[in-house]
């Protein structure tokens, strides 16, 4: 993943030739799913033909509107009777800071292989005839907004009804039948996103959802962490760790992080929420999470507020949920999907696993096939 740097030199080349950069926050704000732009793109953006990016309002941390951006890709052809269904996508992890959330980037610009894997994910589901609506989240597009609260499943799930509202005020070829989708941060999001669907969005018809390596239960591994594990925690890990921190920090000021911090581990937190997930991975690479704590994070109040903040609804759910982990996944370790679904199981969900030996969020051609029948019964 790259630094927001990058971006911005990408978007300071676009805004002379397309009008798209990084925008401050709007002065006036309407009411959540509202557009604020529509921008066509032109072809070839993230490989394929006839995309918009939509700047929208959503309901921010704490209910407040905020502007956010996103990206509409159509399918080619004519559009079938009742109008092309959607699947809501929600991307992996990507940063904190303007410019990260990569759905809303100008054509052309340098992405790592992740954002590739998604983006070929995301012309599958084209190429089988659904609109695609991808949500940046708050603060990782086109709007600086603060540090993005990441993993807060609240505005992941605004982010993602918002900006299909917003699609479909403006395009009345979009069907009101849709999915929500997502691969590992976005497979969190994706969950969040069905769950809150029916009190948020009633008025859409809504199939399920596909969950790929999720986050999850995380809430309840951080508690064990503290300064008197210095050694356990670092390099990639560390990143996640401290992007989890900064969002909660920017998002809840109820959970006192800054009461859990070293000085250093302040000044990183400070320095981060600028900042795209390989600055962040570079910026903590020598460091252990031992350095940055000076209290465990199992006190209170930041345990049951980051719980509040982040976990994954398991009960609930008022449509099918396809689940693809892979047991191998040293992302997202197997142990924690193992307890979302054991989770589910124990609560009724309605949910079908389907278990691969792939790296974090690799869809082998079982999981393909099962993506494929689900959207097949879900239209």
């Not at 399920?208 to 951080?222: F, L, N, Q």
Request: aromatic share 6%; net charge negative; glycine share 12%.
């Amino acid at each position: 993943m790259r630094g927001v740097s990058a971006w911005r030199l990408a978007a300071a080349a676009a805004v002379l030739s397309t009008g798209i950069g990084v925008c401050a926050p709007m002065a006036h704000a309407d009411a959540p799913g509202t557009v604020i732009a529509v921008i066509p793109q032109a072809d070839g953006f993230h490989g394929m033909s006839g995309a918009q990016v939509i700047d929208y309002w959503t309901q921010g941390v704490g209910g407040v509107p905020q502007p956010a951006s996103g990206a509409l890709y159509l399918p080619e052809g004519d559009v079938p009777a009742g109008g092309w269904p959607v699947i809501a996508y929600d991307h992996g992890t990507t940063g904190l800071g303007a410019g990260c959330g990569g759905q809303s980037d100008p054509a052309g610009a340098p992405w790592p292989e992740s954002q590739a894997a998604q983006d070929v994910f995301l012309r599958h589901l084209v190429a089988q005839g659904y609109a695609v609506v991808a949500p940046d989240y708050l603060g990782l597009g086109r709007f600086d907004t603060g540090p993005h609260p990441y993993l807060g499943i609240d505005t992941e799930a605004t982010a993602t009804l918002d900006l299909l509202r917003a699609a479909r005020s403006v395009r009345s070829d979009l069907s009101p039948v849709w999915v929500a989708a997502g691969m590992s941060q976005g497979g969190q999001a994706a969950l969040g996103t069905g769950h809150r669907q029916a009190s948020y969005a009633p008025e859409l018809d809504f199939r399920g959802t596909i969950a790929i390596d999720p986050e999850s239960d995380v809430e309840k591994v951080a508690p064990l962490l503290g300064p008197g594990n210095p050694d356990r925690v670092s390099g990639g890990i560390l990143g996640f760790s401290v992007s989890i921190l900064a969002g909660l920090r920017a998002a809840r000021p109820d959970a006192q992080v800054d009461n859990y911090l070293t000085p250093l581990g302040r000044q990183v937190i400070d320095e981060i929420g600028t900042l795209c997930q390989d600055a962040i991975d570079e910026r903590v690479a020598d460091l252990t999470l031992g350095q940055l704590l000076s209290r465990p994070l199992s006190e209170e109040p930041l345990r049951s507020v980051m719980a509040d903040y982040m976990t994954v609804p398991t009960s609930g759910y008022d449509a099918p949920i396809l689940l693809l982990v892979n047991a191998t996944d040293r992302t997202v370790p197997s142990p924690l999907h193992a307890a979302l679904a054991a989770q589910f199981t124990a609560n009724g969900v309605n949910y079908t696993p389907v278990v691969g030996t792939g790296k974090h969020c690799e869809l082998n051609q079982a999981m393909i096939a099962a993506i494929d029948e689900f959207l097949a019964r879900a239209r």
